[in-house]
């Protein structure tokens, strides 16, 4: 598996439009009135990989098994959502179930869609979902205080320790500190993580622009590209006008066809995919044979066993090493047995840290 995105953001900013050229598919109704997503729609994608192919072809693979991520598009919160309003909490349950946040503001003018506030300011869309998403966090938190201060009672140390975490983060939050997790002790991150707040989530803005500002955005994404650089998220330009007049081609020829007339060299999926492995620190590795050639996903700076434990626990518990190759060199040596005679593929151990593009065959003994 990838990972799982949530796409959020105000009613009528694009977001069931984006779904459906992530997902190819029209699983989400794309119309001019609020919360036509009644259910959060999920749609699994295969993440794009060039290399699966090149591998398979030298592999003599009878399949190809890409990495694949889940995008979840969730109705459109409104103010007043951690207080029930719109369709209130029972969506911020579906935000804190994601590992990234894809948060998609209307950066265009248009006067046939309306806006929920009717006046089109970016910072203002991104304030209100963020202080939204903050409500809930604050509401999540203080009910953990509550529960936590019965056994504070009984001297219990573990409660003691984090409740004052708690307070730590409420006062975070107090102040619009924006919360990363690198600024907790490495004591007290296992908790932070426990307690799955939305605050915490890796967050991208997908600027949707006209069709005219594809390329260089307008003076509403330099809005929201400036304030993305002082809080460190990542922004994506999109066109949902475009998207949805790709939706609209036959073929994947076609619609590769129809980017290039506009000179775009990537699709949406593409640039978002990127995004998202780049905001969450993930990395490909690969394993190549006769059955299958498969791609797996994991976080940069993982050990070799705990990449191996991707595929099977066994191989983690039983790990003795790996043989592993760098992508270039497989493809350059044409498969294992060039490479092996070249010196290029290499026996690591528990300490090696898997790279991108790593072809591996592990060893292990249960």
Known sequence: MGFKCGIVGLPNVGKSTLFNALTQSNKAEAANYPFAT???????VAVPDDRLDKLAVIGKSEKIIPSFMDFVDIAGLVKGASQGEGL???FLGHVREVDAIAHVVRCFEDTNITHVSSKIDPLDDIETINLELQLADLESLNNKKTSLEKKLKANDKDAKHQFEIINKILQMLDTNSILKIDEFASNEI????SLNLISLKPTM??????EESIHTGNELSKKVIELAKKINHSVVLISASIEAQIAELDNEEEKLEFLKELNLDQTTLNKVIKSGYELLGLIN????GPKETRSWTIKKETLAPQAA???????????IRAETVSYDDYIENNGDAGSRDSGKLRQEGKDYIVKD?????????V
Do not use: A, S, W
């Not at 803005?205 to 006209?210: E, Q, S």
């Not at 434990?309 to 790990?319: L, P, R, S």
């Not at 593009?357 to 003994?365: A, C, Q, R, Y």
């Open 38 to 44: 009644i259910e959060p729609n999920i749609g699994r």
């Open 205 to 210: 803005y997908i600027c949707n622009v006209d």
């Open 357 to 365: 593009g790593d072809v591996m065959n592990f060893l292990f003994n």
């Open 309 to 319: 434990g991707k595929i099977h626990t066994d191989f983690e518990k039983g790990f």
């Open 285 to 288: 590795y690969f394993t190549c």
């Open 190 to 193: 296992d908790f932070v993580n």
């Open 88 to 90: 209130g909490n029972k």
